[in-house]
């Protein structure tokens, strides 16, 4: 693998630090996706709330959160990343992948939950991670590579940012008197922002899948060994998924989005023992970390997607018995 490191003269522990480098710099590419998701995330449940009296309070809460803890949430994602080995990074791709499609064919036909965005936070960040390493493998330039799109990511989660600033202080001002284009396009189009998230995420998650399955198979020198590793994943995911499932049917607490990431890293947990390696277990322990605290830093944003999701509910239900009624007659 060349780098950036390859260009210096061979030193001790030189080939550790540009390592390490490289993997702080897709940690980061990975934070500053997340960074993105949340901010329009927020631009779209920061306009939903506007002229509505009954969520007022949601919008107040989502306007108030400090820029600083943005900052903060990006650096320590950074370092929890470039932590996690790729394996394990892999490994929680695949599992949300699997968890996301379930969770779409279980909601009705054109419905989605806005709290699944949320969800994904720190496996899209896992994502993007293996999505850098599996397309910059042998590259020439690696850390030149990484370099640029840390710089462009950067730049993007910026731009975010400020959008999501602007639009919490001064979209209701701007949108009545109509003469911010920024404020004027979200009027007419801030409903499509789910669906520009959903696209960007199906992609992003496409790519991850195929870069997590060959990361994990290269390990194996047999397929013998592979089928060892496959069968029982399989299997954990498998029934992790229909228990995750048969449990948002009977409860609906918000303490269910925490159990559920307990339940998920536990599987994992107890697999690697069997089946992976002394780092591999350490690397879950940090994946726990990242994935509670992208819910701990999202926790005004969760509660929001959850109010929204409760009030498509009846509608959906209505829609659905309305269409029930006119085929009985």
């Not at 892999?90 to 969800?119: I, M, N, P, W």
């Not at 925490?258 to 994946?287: A, E, P, Q």
Request: proline fraction near 3%; charged fraction near 15%; hydrophobic fraction near 50%.
């Amino acid at each position: 693998m060349f780098s950036l490191g390859s260009w210096l003269p061979a030193l001790p522990g030189l080939a550790w630090g540009w390592a390490l480098l490289d993997a702080l710099l897709q940690g980061l590419v990975g934070a500053c996706a997340v960074s993105v998701l949340c901010s329009l995330l927020k631009v779209y449940l920061y306009t939903q709330c506007v002229n509505k009296p009954e969520r007022q309070a949601e919008k107040e809460a989502i306007a108030s959160q400090p820029p600083l803890l943005e900052l903060l949430h990006v650096l320590v994602l950074t370092a929890v990343l470039a932590l996690v080995g790729s394996r394990v990074a892999a490994l929680v791709v695949l599992e949300f992948s699997l968890r996301a499609v379930s969770t779409v064919f279980s909601l009705g036909k054109g419905a989605h939950s806005s709290q699944l965005y949320l969800l994904c936070q720190y496996s899209l960040g896992c994502g993007v991670s293996c999505g850098l390493s599996f397309l910059l493998e042998g590259a020439p330039h690696r850390s030149w590579n990484l370099a640029l799109a840390a710089g462009l990511a950067g730049l993007l989660a910026l731009h975010a940012q400020r959008l999501a600033r602007h639009v919490c202080t001064l979209y209701e001002l701007h949108s009545r008197a109509r003469y911010c284009g920024v404020c004027i396009l979200l009027l007419a189009a801030g409903h499509g922002i789910p669906n520009l998230l959903r696209n960007a995420l199906g992609i992003t998650f496409a790519v991850a899948d195929l870069a997590a399955v060959e990361l994990i198979n290269r390990d194996f020198l047999s397929t013998a060994e592979a089928v060892r590793f496959w069968t029982p994943l399989t299997i954990c995911y498998t029934l992790l998924v229909v228990y995750m499932q048969e449990e948002s049917r009977q409860s609906t607490s918000r303490v269910l989005v925490f159990r559920t990431v307990l339940v998920r890293i536990g599987g994992l947990f107890i697999l690697l023992l069997t089946v992976g390696r002394w780092s591999d277990i350490l690397h879950v322990l940090m994946s726990l970390l990242g994935e509670l605290w992208c819910l701990l830093r999202a926790g005004v944003l969760l509660e929001s997607c959850w109010t929204q999701d409760l009030a498509q509910q009846p509608r959906l239900g209505s829609l659905s018995g309305s269409r029930s009624q006119e085929t009985s007659r």
